[in-house]
C-alpha cells in the first residue's frame, strides 16, 4: 500500500510538471520564420493559454499568439491527494530540499502500473482521437516521463483547450483518467490590417475550420497559407497575432508601409558614397512606383530597378530596405535607401579618311574629316543630344538631333525628339 501510494504521489508530481508544459505551445504549431525587416522576418508562432501569460510572452516582440477567455489547462494539487497521501507527503516535506534534486532522476525512471486509461469530458469521436494520440495501454508500466509525453501528445492534436491528468487508486495498480476540453467552436473571422490580403483569399484559408471545435494544427496551417499569399506575391506582410475569443477568431495582419526613400550615390571605382550624383534626383524619382505610405512589395521594387536601368545611366541600381525607427509590431514600416552607381554618359570622336568623291570629274580623292558629340544626360535630366559635323572637298554634313524620353510632369511618359540637319 504504501508503495501505490507513493506512486500516486510521484503521479502528482509529473501531473504539476505537464501543465507547466502545458503552458508552452507544441512543436507542430510553430510557425518557422521569415525575415520581414530588410528582409521578410518572420517571428515564431507563440500560442498562449491566458491573458496572464500572454503579457509575459508579448513583452519582447514575439510572434503570434491566442488569448482564451476561461484559464487554460489549470489543475488543481489536490487532485492526486488522498487521504494516505496527504500525511506521506507531509513526513516527506523536510527531506525534499537537496535531496529532491539528486533523486528527481531515480523517480522519472520508475515505472507504474497503469490498469486502465480513461478519456473523459468530451464526444465519442473527440475520444477517439485522444486514444488514438495515446502509447499508453492498460496493464503495463510507464515512467513519469512516458506518462508525461502521452498527455502532451494528446494536447498536441489542436483539439483541447485543456488536458488534465487524474489518478484513481484500484486493486489492480493506476487508472489513469485524462480530463479533456475540447476547444470552442470557430463561429467567425475577424481580420484587422489586411488592407491588401482579399476577402476571398481569407475566408478560402478558414472556410475548413468551420463547423466543430477549432484545430490548432489546421489553424496554424491556415494562417500559413495566407502568410503565403504574401509571400508569393513579394509583400512585407503576416499574421503577426491572433485572439481566439467567444468562438471568434481576432486577426491582426502587419503589413509594412514605406517610410522614407533616399538616393545614395557611390563611386563606380570605390563603391564610396558621393555628396550628390550627376542625375536630377527627381529623374530617378519618376521611375518609382514604390511611394512613402504604401505596402512595399518586393516585386514592385523589381520592377523599378528595372525603370531605372532603362535609362542607361547607370552600372548599378538596387534598393535596400530597413526597420524604421518608428515602426511598431503592430504597424510595421521600412525605410528605403536607392543605391546608384553612374556610369558614363558623354563622349567625343574624331576621324579622318579618304572620299571618292569627285573622280567622276577628273578630281583626285581628296580627305575627309569628321567630329562627333554625344551626351545622354544632358544637365541631370536623361535629354540625349548628339552632333554630327562631317567636312570634305567636295561636300560636307551637319547633324544635331535632341531626345527627351520623358517630357517632365507628364503621367504617360510622353517623348520628344527634334534635329537638324544640313548637307552642301
Request: glycine letters at 10%.
Amino acid at each position: 500500500m504504501d508503495q501505490l501510494l507513493k506512486s500516486l504521489n510521484d503521479l502528482h508530481q509529473a501531473a504539476s510538471s505537464v501543465c507547466l508544459h502545458l503552458q508552452q505551445i507544441p512543436a507542430n504549431l510553430t510557425h518557422g520564420g521569415r525575415n520581414t525587416g530588410t528582409t521578410s522576418s518572420n517571428r515564431p508562432l507563440a500560442v498562449c493559454r491566458s491573458s496572464s501569460s500572454c503579457g509575459k510572452a508579448s513583452s519582447g516582440k514575439a510572434g503570434r499568439r491566442v488569448h482564451f477567455a476561461p484559464p487554460f489547462a489549470a489543475i488543481s494539487s489536490s487532485v492526486f491527494q488522498g487521504s494516505g497521501t496527504g500525511q506521506g507527503s507531509g513526513k516527506g516535506g523536510k527531506g525534499s530540499g537537496k535531496g529532491s534534486s539528486s533523486k528527481q532522476g531515480e523517480e522519472d525512471e520508475e515505472r507504474i502500473l497503469i490498469s486502465e486509461v480513461e478519456v473523459v469530458g468530451v464526444p465519442e469521436e473527440l475520444k477517439s482521437i485522444a486514444y488514438d494520440a495515446l502509447v499508453s495501454r492498460p496493464n503495463f508500466a510507464y515512467t513519469l516521463k512516458e506518462v508525461q509525453a502521452d498527455l502532451q501528445r494528446v494536447f498536441a492534436t489542436g483539439w483541447f483547450s485543456s488536458c488534465v491528468p487524474d489518478a484513481e487508486d484500484t486493486r489492480d495498480g493506476v487508472k489513469l483518467v485524462i480530463k479533456v476540453t475540447a476547444n470552442p467552436e470557430l463561429r467567425g473571422v475577424v481580420a484587422r490590417g489586411a488592407n491588401q490580403l482579399p476577402t476571398a483569399v481569407l475566408q478560402k484559408a478558414m472556410r475548413p475550420l468551420y463547423g466543430g471545435p477549432l484545430n490548432f494544427v489546421a489553424f496554424s496551417k491556415a494562417v500559413e497559407r495566407l502568410d503565403g499569399w504574401y509571400r508569393d506575391r513579394g509583400i512585407l506582410g503576416q499574421v503577426i497575432d491572433f485572439n481566439f475569443e467567444n468562438g471568434i477568431v481576432d486577426l491582426t495582419v502587419g503589413e509594412a508601409v514605406v517610410g522614407s526613400i533616399d538616393l545614395a550615390f557611390q563611386d563606380p571605382k570605390t563603391n564610396s558614397p558621393k555628396a550628390q550624383g550627376a542625375t536630377q534626383p527627381a529623374v530617378i524619382r519618376r521611375h518609382l512606383t514604390t511611394q512613402p505610405g504604401r505596402v512595399y512589395s518586393l516585386r514592385q521594387a523589381k520592377q523599378d530597378i528595372d525603370s531605372i536601368y532603362s535609362t542607361g545611366l547607370f552600372e548599378d541600381v538596387n534598393i535596400v530596405p530597413q526597420e524604421a525607427e518608428d515602426s511598431t509590431e503592430q504597424q510595421p514600416k521600412v525605410d528605403l535607401t536607392v543605391n546608384l552607381v553612374e556610369r558614363k554618359t558623354g563622349g567625343l570622336g574624331a576621324g579622318t579618311g579618304i572620299s571618292a568623291a569627285g573622280r567622276g570629274s577628273g578630281n583626285m580623292p581628296g580627305f575627309v574629316g569628321n567630329f562627333t558629340y554625344s551626351q545622354r544626360n544632358l544637365l541631370g535630366l536623361n535629354q540625349k543630344l548628339s552632333a554630327l559635323v562631317e567636312l570634305g572637298q567636295a561636300d560636307s554634313l551637319f547633324r544635331l538631333q535632341w531626345v527627351d524620353p520623358w517630357i517632365r510632369g507628364d503621367p504617360n511618359r510622353t517623348s520628344m525628339t527634334a534635329s537638324m540637319m544640313n548637307t552642301r
